[in-house]
């Protein structure tokens, strides 16, 4: 299985501040990435997929990049709506696989 | 817009079974497959596998290749279901489905969850 590994696990940032979340696969995935953000009580939402196309009606300021192994989700310009649990999920081969989730939290 | 619809939360004893369902709006789930995805309290998403839509092929996660759940879909394919035999207080978690329309996308519509709890 392809193991996904998030950091950090947990970032705290204030209103307009650009973050950034890594997800590093444990083998070449080619651009097979997407990124998703979950808040309580609710079911992920997809933000990203194949690696840096962003889904319609996401806001600009969320953007993805990378390809093989590591990859990246970037906020520029950090919302109070933003704080939520944010996932990869590598769809290049079964069985797909997300990374342990980051939680962005606003100070 | 299309929609997943699961049905309602479910309390097990260890050892039964549950079926779970997940209706599409709009009567057909023209997509290309739908995945079931769990979280257990506090914790990460868990994929659990995905049905084909068009063919009916199920692929499973390696941890539940012993059949434990079963994917399904209604012959007029507008409903999908999970069904998992057997249930252990780990299977305590909420369950989602979720649509795949090409073969190169992600999850991108969702269900809105249903909440299994197995306790004696």
């Known amino acids: 299985d392809i193991q996904m590994t998030q950091s950090p696990s947990t970032l705290s940032a204030s209103v307009g501040d650009r973050v950034t979340i890594t997800c590093r696969a444990s083998?070449?995935?080619?651009?097979?990435l997407a990124w998703y953000q979950q808040k309580p009580g609710k079911a992920p939402k997809l933000l990203i997929q194949?690696?840096?196309s962003l889904e319609s009606g996401v806001p600009s300021r969320f953007s993805g990049s990378g390809s093989g192994t590591d990859f990246t989700l970037s906020i520029g310009g950090l919302q109070p709506e933003d704080s939520a649990s944010y996932y990869c999920?590598?769809?290049?081969?079964?069985?797909?696989?997300f990374g342990q989730g980051t939680k962005v939290e606003i100070k | 817009q299309v929609q997943l619809v699961q049905s309602g939360s479910e309390l097990k004893n260890p050892g039964a079974s549950v079926k779970i369902s997940c209706k599409a709006s709009?009567?057909?789930?023209?997509?290309?497959?739908i995945n079931w995805v769990r979280q257990a309290p506090g914790q990460g998403l868990e994929w659990l596998g995905r049905?084909?839509?068009?063919?009916?092929?199920?692929?499973y996660a390696q941890g539940f290749r012993g059949r434990r759940i079963v994917f399904s879909l209604d012959t007029s394919v507008t409903t999908a279901y999970l069904q998992i035999t057997s249930l252990k207080a780990e299977d305590t978690a909420v369950y989602f489905c979720?649509?795949?329309?090409?073969?190169?996308?992600?999850?991108?519509?969702w269900g809105q969850g249903t909440t299994v709890i197995v306790s004696s």
């Open positions: 083998q070449a995935i080619s651009d097979w």
């Open positions: 979720a649509r795949v329309v090409t073969p190169f996308s992600g999850m991108d519509v």
């Open positions: 709009g009567n057909t789930l023209t997509t290309y497959s």
């Open positions: 999920q590598q769809y290049d081969s079964y069985p797909w696989t």
């Open positions: 049905i084909n839509t068009r063919n009916e092929n199920p692929t």
């Open positions: 194949k690696a840096s």
